[in-house]
């Protein structure tokens, strides 16, 4: 069984940021991708980031390109979701997730980012 434990969320004015992070538990962290989701209220669960075994791939969403970094430490079995130049439509609860086989296979239970005009 995996844990996925995320951390780093709260409340920032736009144009501040936040570094979120996601630590995990199990010997295999470093043989998966990693990915972070966000949901904000009353909407459906969207793609933020992905982040290859090893780090050398990443995705973004292009509400996000150019704003957010993903990155990871395996030695420390953490994924970080840096995020820049925040704006109030970047509120939202945000998840970390494995990457498994074909689909996201295991959730954190999220934090939550709330960014004020």
């Known amino acids: 069984q995996v844990q996925l434990v995320e951390s780093g969320g709260g409340l920032v004015q ?9 630590v995990a538990s199990g010997r295999t962290f470093s043989s998966y991708g990693m990915g972070w989701f966000r949901q904000a209220p009353g909407k459906e ?9 090893n780090g050398g791939n990443t995705y973004y969403a292009d509400s996000v390109k150019g704003r957010f970094t993903i990155s990871r430490d395996n030695a420390k079995n953490t994924v970080y979701l840096q995020m820049n130049s925040l704006k109030p439509e970047d509120t939202a609860i945000y998840f970390c997730a494995r990457h498994g086989s074909s689909d996201y296979d295991y959730w954190g239970q999220g934090t939550q980012v709330t960014v004020s005009s």
């Open 45 to 53: 669960r969207e793609f933020v980031a992905l982040i290859s075994w």
């Open 14 to 22: 736009a144009g501040g940021s936040l570094r979120l992070s996601c």
